[in-house]
């Protein structure tokens, strides 16, 4: 798993560089983009959602739009439209912005939920569906989705199957008194994210991609993933559980984590370490825990802490 690690070490490196303080959210990031799945990045404005992403984009080389939701989007105004062109006197389809490799939504939440559904099904299948014509996405295909947690003035919370859809959900918050002294200091003349250089090219990325499915996981190790998830449906606080999707998002993120360590086995460290991150948003808290400020997070976490580890067995091959 070298080659992985070596991939994922670059581009964290690389995008430290911009985003100071916050490797453990940029290795986050990188795993997800690995697992090839999405991120929902949830954080008051100013500390840096976007600039992540575009720093990832240039770190890789990919293709990268940006869209700014707002309510009176439309869901053609994401995904492309047909448009008749009077030369030829055919229809010709003009592509969206969600058609580029890397795609930033800024504040998605503040799109109308039939806005909001024109990702659905590029964010599952990869592909994208107009006037009855499917249109694939290019690979590696990574949304990078930021909301406002605080902020609910014109906004539309994001449904269920939109949350579902997203791999990991990560929160930057505020850096450190040094580290925002250092931010300060790296813009006083230029923005680094325009010195940014490419430092892994998209084979690279698709090759770790597909070596990833080459990670071991025992058979322990899967039995406490669906443990874990099946917890968050029978806990008091939870109104609704995460699905089996989020059981196979812990479970690939677990392999992403593992290969970017270098090793070609996951450990339970890798699962409690992802497990916050991608099952807290799958996980609908119940009215009346509500009131008393129950949160996803916190309740996520008092599973992993009840839950007992697996142990070893010998491997076999």
């Known amino acids: 798993m070298k080659e992985v690690q070596t991939v994922a070490q670059r581009i964290i490196t690389n995008v430290e560089?911009?985003?100071i303080g916050k490797r453990h959210e940029i290795q986050l990031t990188v795993n997800g983009l690995l697992a090839q799945g999405h991120i929902l990045i949830e954080d008051v404005p100013g500390v840096g959602k976007t600039v992540l992403a575009k720093s990832l984009a240039r770190s890789i080389g990919c293709s990268f739009k940006r869209i700014q939701f707002t309510p009176d989007m439309l869901p053609s105004d994401i995904t492309g439209i047909s448009m008749f062109n009077q030369k030829t006197r055919e229809f010709e389809f003009r592509p969206g912005p969600?058609?580029?490799q890397i795609v930033v939504t800024d504040e998605i939440n503040r799109a109308t939920p039939k806005t909001q559904a024109a990702l659905l099904e590029a964010m599952e299948?990869?592909?994208?569906?107009?006037?009855?014509?499917?249109?694939?996405?290019?690979r590696p295909f990574l949304v990078l989705a930021t909301q406002n947690p605080i902020e609910y003035e014109g906004?539309?919370?994001?449904?269920?199957?939109?949350?579902?859809?997203?791999?990991?959900r990560i929160s930057l918050g505020y850096p450190e008194k040094e580290d925002e002294v250092r931010v300060l200091d790296s813009q006083q003349?230029?923005?680094?994210?325009?010195?940014?250089e490419q430092v892994v090219s998209v084979d690279e990325l698709l090759a770790a991609q597909e070596k990833l499915k080459e990670v071991f996981v025992d058979p322990l190790i899967k039995s406490y993933i669906v443990e874990l998830v099946r917890q968050t449906r029978r806990?008091?606080?939870?109104y609704l559980g995460a699905s089996p999707r989020g059981s196979l998002a812990l479970y690939k993120?677990?392999?992403a984590r593992a290969a970017s360590m270098g090793r070609d086995y996951v450990i339970p460290d890798d699962v409690k370490a992802l497990a916050v991150s991608a099952l807290a948003h799958r996980v609908i808290i119940g009215p009346a825990a509500r009131i008393k400020d129950v949160d996803s997070r916190a309740v996520v976490q008092e599973i992993i802490n009840s839950v007992p580890v697996p142990g070893a067995q010998a491997r076999t091959r």
């Open 17 to 19: 560089k911009v985003i």
């Open 98 to 100: 969600v058609h580029a």
């Open 125 to 138: 299948e990869r592909q994208v569906t107009v006037d009855g014509t499917t249109y694939p996405m290019d």
């Open 155 to 168: 906004t539309f919370p994001l449904p269920e199957a939109q949350l579902d859809r997203f791999l990991l």
């Open 189 to 196: 003349f230029q923005h680094p994210v325009d010195q940014l």
């Open 235 to 238: 806990h008091p606080d939870v």
């Open 253 to 255: 993120s677990g392999q």
